[in-house]
């Protein structure tokens, strides 16, 4: 039997829309905005594998994560949705929309384009590692080691929200730290899959961020012919917290005008 994804619905709307976030994130980076949505859509807030409260697995490749959605979509009865990722969770909506047109309504890649990236996490992943829990007595002996690595407060607080009391007393991290670092440079710099999307497609990217460069879109338009990229004003990778009000306008209008 397959382990089904840990979600939080929000709204009763007639169409379904699924929300996956990025690396280290979870359904809770989400609530803010999925009130938004849930006014016109049935929201999904979802957690990932080895993420939030979702399930962890020794396998956090992308075919594994993108079948997980594909299995939460049947669990729960939705035959066709919109489909929302914010970087990791906009490359897995990539390779769902290159396997799985049929059952894609709008597609929305917030801050991610179609290829393989560098890596450029190391310097998480080693003070991720650095945090032995069996010494850790509270949250912030934890920040204290992320200040060692991590310059950038806004990094440093989104890396904490996982940090919680686990069952035998300890803290821990809720993602599954061992697997996502064994599987991160498939991750982060896999080809993408074969296929074309013909159907509604919004690439957002922040204004600030290099993520999304101008010659990718000629990439973006070979696989989604149909797509849309626009850029979220005064926001760099976060940008649906940096800027969640013209993020929020340009989701909902591109799924209401379609």
Known sequence: ?????????????????????GLFGQLDNWNTLGKYFGEEFTTHLIDLRNHGRSFHNEDSSLKAMTQDIVNYMDTNHIEKAH??????????????????????????????APKAYQPHHNTIFKALKS??????????????????????????QFLMKNVYHAENGQYAFRFNLSSLDKYYQELIGSELLKGVFNGPTLFLGGANSNYILAEDEIMIKERFPNAEIKKIANAGHWLHAENPKDFVTEVVNFLLDK
Request: glycine letters at 8%; proline letters at 1%.
């Open 131 to 156: 945090v032995n829990f069996e010494e850790i007595a509270s949250r912030k002996d934890v920040e204290n080691i992320f200040e060692q690595y991590i310059p950038e407060v806004g990094v440093r």
């Open 83 to 112: 489909l929302l990722g914010h970087s990791l969770g906009g490359r897995i909506v990539i390779d769902f929309a290159m396997q799985y047109q049929d059952r894609l309504d709008h597609l929305i890649v917030a801050d991610m």
């Open 1 to 21: 039997m397959n382990e089904i994804l840990h979600s939080k619905i929000v709204g009763s709307g007639e169409k379904h829309l699924l929300v996956l976030h």
